[in-house]
């Protein structure tokens, strides 16, 4: 749905806006994402530098979900030698965004320039990789290496790899002395391949003289200024706005399904051995209780659904 800028322009956190521009031979888009990262933050008990690096992940996310439709979503996973202990992100059609981190807990010292040392923390040697789930049969997974660890920048790569087109990704999130998020920004640009060379440089020059992503968004405080700071307001067009928010689908019966997979020899030790078990979503932190009774009643209904099966393979057909 698109929204004028006055619309969503005071409301906090989680609004993009989206453009073309030079006849469509660039496409650009703008996020403000600062609600979504400290609803993790709560969900998480995250670290500055975790939860620097999962709201760079995140928005990354979404940057590669913007063209999804139906029920597609899209997976980034991003598994380095840092001792974060990797990122899984997800963004779906339906404009939510998920994701977690290996180590939530991370403590590192700032960098040499005095910043969150997200490089550190995510590593720079591993893998990038990116899953497009579209309901087909099998999900198509693209990879690149992790070039800096930043994310940003590794993301900006597997673009280029990928698709062999420039393209420009900053990300930023600033995190307060009380550990909340001040502001999560940031903004892609993305160039066709074949551009005039002579376009390029221009636009790299002005963006080295703009002031870093998340000092942008807490001075304009809206996606729509964003993208007007990038290029001028006139040459923006198919200019949109939506809105973007935490958002995981976890519940019961999908655990439940779980459980069964497990097998009936193994939820009968559990049975035995803990009277109970525990389940605790990664992406949002729900827990979701089974007693004793419910785990038995998951083994009978295992038992049930092999006798059905048994009874269908017994049936012979007529001669």
């Known amino acids: ?121 995510v590593g720079n040697e591993g893998d990038l990789y990116v899953t497009k789930d579209m309901g087909l049969k099998e999900p198509y997974t693209g990879s690149c290496h992790l070039i800096s660890g930043e994310i940003a920048e590794d993301l900006a790569y597997y673009f280029h790899q990928s698709e062999q087109c420039p ?36 636009l790299e020059e002005w963006l080295n003289i703009l002031p870093p992503v998340s000092a942008l968004a807490d001075q304009l405080g809206n996606p729509t200024e964003m993208l007007q700071a990038l290029f001028p307001k006139e040459t923006l067009s198919g200019l949109t706005e939506e809105t973007w928010s935490f958002g995981c689908d976890c519940n019961r019966q999908r655990l439940e399904r779980l459980l069964i997979s497990m097998g009936p020899k193994e939820l009968n030790e559990i049975i035995e051995q803990d ?21 038995e009643a998951l083994v009978k209904e295992i038992e049930i659904q092999k006798l059905e099966a048994a009874s269908v393979t017994d049936v012979k057909p007529e001669a």
Not at 275 to 295: I, P, V, W
């Open 275 to 295: 009277g109970k078990a525990s389940m605790r979503c990664h992406f949002c932190g729900n827990t979701y209780d089974f007693s004793q009774e419910d785990l």
């Open 1 to 121: 749905m698109n929204r004028s800028s006055e619309t969503i322009k005071d409301k906090p956190g989680n609004n993009l806006a989206r453009a073309v521009v030079w006849d469509g031979q660039i496409q650009i888009a703008a996020i403000i994402s600062t609600d979504m990262v400290n609803e993790c933050i709560q969900r998480h008990q995250m670290t500055p530098v975790a939860a620097a690096a999962l709201g760079r992940g995140m928005m990354a996310a979404v940057f590669l979900g913007l063209n999804l439709k139906s029920n597609d979503t899209i997976t980034l996973r991003i598994l380095g030698n840092g001792p974060l202990g990797g990122m899984i992100t997800q963004a779906g059609a339906d404009h939510k965004v998920k994701g977690y981190v290996g180590n939530s807990a991370l403590d590192l010292p700032l960098s040499a320039q005095g910043k969150l040392d997200v490089g550190a923390a």
């Open 167 to 202: 393209v420009v990704v900053s990300l930023g999130v600033l995190i307060d002395v009380d550990g909340s998020c001040h502001t999560a920004a940031g903004y892609m640009i993305k160039a066709l391949p074949g551009i005039d060379d002579t376009k390029l440089q221009a």
